[in-house]
């Protein structure tokens, strides 16, 4: 009947979802565009964009994009492909793998990590790179 066309990333660019704090997501979160989360999220996280984790926001799960930014607090395992940025006041806890990492002084960076070229995406439960 209506003929849906999935937009290309590209096409995406500009375009943020963004969850604002007092909110709290149970489940998982599957996006292409951008995110910007400053409320608190119990689940999976995937996306092809750039994920930011403002001051309030917080993440108990694994979480799988390009790039990320983080002010808040996340638990679990990330994946960046490309950069993650860790703020001062950030608190990260887990196993993390990223292409480049950036950590500002005083963040709380209580997790293993490890440095790839190319790191693998997971993108609806296939590797993609």
Do not use: H, W
Request: with cysteine; charged share 25%.
């Amino acid at each position: 009947m209506f003929n849906k066309k999935e937009k290309p990333y590209t096409e995406l660019l500009g375009k943020t979802n963004r969850i604002v704090e007092g909110t709290v997501i149970k489940g998982d979160i599957i996006s292409k565009a951008d995110f910007r989360l400053d409320g608190e999220l119990i689940g999976n996280f995937q996306s092809a964009g750039k994920l930011v984790i403002g001051p309030t926001g917080s993440v108990t799960g694994d979480i799988s994009c390009n790039n990320a930014d983080i002010e808040g607090k996340f638990n679990g395992v990330i994946q960046v492909t490309e950069l993650l940025n860790v703020k001062s006041k950030a608190s990260i806890y887990g196993e993390v793998t990223v292409g480049k990492l950036a950590v500002e002084p005083g963040a709380d960076f209580s997790a293993s990590c490890s440095m790839k070229e190319n790191v693998k995406l997971l993108t609806d439960g296939k590797e993609t790179q």
